[in-house]
């Protein structure tokens, strides 16, 4: 081998290379590549996949993620609702509580001398109208047990009318009264409040055409809508009639109500000035005279008893004798039609004529009002029997007369 000094390092720096590439590692061997057309190496079936070391940490989702990917609750499942036909889902409406509305009594109203049926119409409208205004009104059986139980006298006070609105746990309590007058129908109404205000009144009068819109603007007037308080500004103990501060608007004095009654024409006196004219009606022809006053207490609307006294003016043997009748008399009113005060008068009379007899007068006519005070009546048809002695004598009378109530 032929060593020259110029060789010897030249070898030197190639040995130095070739360890240099054994230790480096190749870039190939880090990373190796795939051709194209080489489908990539798929693991053994029966070799286990590999595991990290156990020194190793495993990487934890980020904290976000986690919460975003964290199970419900295992004991609050969500309620699926199926959904309807169209597709939408309907939400069902929350549960309401039923609203108690203040409750009204209503007494049938009394009729005074008209047709039953026309209180009866009354009453339906003002029941009618109190469940338009909002109130819950009492049957009519559950209205008479309250009356009941107060022994309520019928018709009714201010007073009766509050205690038994109080009994039936109500917050109103109404009462009509209806009669005619001149043709039309005359109706009257009092509420009474459970809370101690009132009483409240309200009249108006109607044809019949129109007596059901009358009674319901009446009662629209008369009662309190629902939750107005009407207590005045000292309370009323319960049990005790409620009394009014006077000269409050829109309060009566409770004292009114059964005076008020007057106007139903119940229970009332009369007094009568008559003049009769008898034409004897027995083959002996004679003619009487009479002029006298008559006093009635009017029982009931239409029965009445009256006591007479009258000059008469007789015919006698030796010509014209004076002398004095007194009479007890018995009279019912009856009303022709509902829709009219004209009434037929029905009279029964006994009476005694000093130094001839008894004297028995019966007695058919017509009588009709004037005023609210004044009335008159004709007897058109009266059989008069006189007792004189030894025989009886018998005349038809005419007469007027003029009365005033009071």
């Not at 030249?10 to 590692?25: D, G, N």
């Not at 795939?34 to 990539?40: N, R, S």
């Not at 109607?206 to 207590?231: D, F, H, I, K």
């Not at 409770?254 to 139903?264: L, N, S």
Request: aromatic share 6%.
């Amino acid at each position: 081998m032929l060593c020259t000094r110029n060789t010897a390092p030249t070898l030197a720096v190639a040995f130095l290379l070739t360890l240099t590439a054994i230790a480096a590692p190749s870039p190939s061997a880090a990373q190796p590549r795939l051709d194209a057309g080489t489908p990539p190496a798929t693991p053994d079936a029966g070799s286990p996949p590999a595991t990290p070391d156990a020194g190793t940490p495993l990487a934890t989702p980020d904290a976000g993620v986690g919460a975003a990917l964290a199970a419900p609750d295992s004991g609050a499942l969500p309620l699926v609702l199926p959904p309807p036909v169209d597709g939408t889902v309907e939400t069902p409406p929350p549960p309401t509580s039923p609203v108690a509305l203040p409750r009204c009594l209503v007494i049938d109203a009394a009729p005074y001398g008209v047709d039953p049926v026309v209180g009866q119409y009354v009453s339906q409208t003002m029941r009618a109208t109190a469940l338009e205004l909002g109130y819950s009104v009492l049957t009519p059986e559950e209205s008479v047990a309250a009356a009941r139980r107060v022994r309520m006298p019928y018709p009714p006070a201010a007073a009766d009318l509050w205690r038994a609105t109080w009994s039936a746990q109500a917050a109103r309590g109404a009462f009509a009264r209806v009669w005619a007058y001149r043709g039309q129908y005359v109706v009257e109404l009092t509420v009474a409040s459970a809370d101690g205000g009132g009483p409240f009144f309200a009249r108006g009068s109607a044809s019949a055409q129109e007596l059901v819109a009358t009674v319901a603007r009446l009662t629209r007037e008369a009662m309190p809508p629902p939750g107005v308080t009407t207590t005045p500004s000292a309370q009323t103990a319960p049990g005790t009639p409620p009394t009014a501060a006077p000269g409050t608007p829109g309060i009566v004095e409770p004292a009114t109500p059964p005076r008020r009654r007057r106007h139903g024409r119940a229970r009332r006196w009369v007094l009568a000035v008559r003049a009769d004219l008898a034409f004897g009606a027995s083959r002996d022809f004679f003619f009487n005279a009479l002029l006298g006053a008559r006093i009635d207490y009017r029982i009931t609307p239409d029965i009445r008893l009256g006591a007479y006294v009258g000059y008469a003016n007789l015919r006698g043997k030796d010509g014209r004798a004076n002398n004095l009748l007194m009479l007890a008399q018995i009279e019912d009113r009856v009303r022709i039609s509902s829709g009219t005060d004209i009434r037929v008068p029905l009279r029964l009379g006994i009476g005694y004529l000093p130094g001839n007899g008894p004297v028995v007068r019966l007695a058919a006519g017509i009588g009709f009002p004037i005023t609210n005070r004044l009335e008159m009546t004709f007897d058109i048809l009266a059989p008069t029997f006189w007792v004189i002695p030894g025989r009886t004598v018998v005349s038809l009378d005419l007469a007027a007369e003029l009365g005033y109530r009071f």
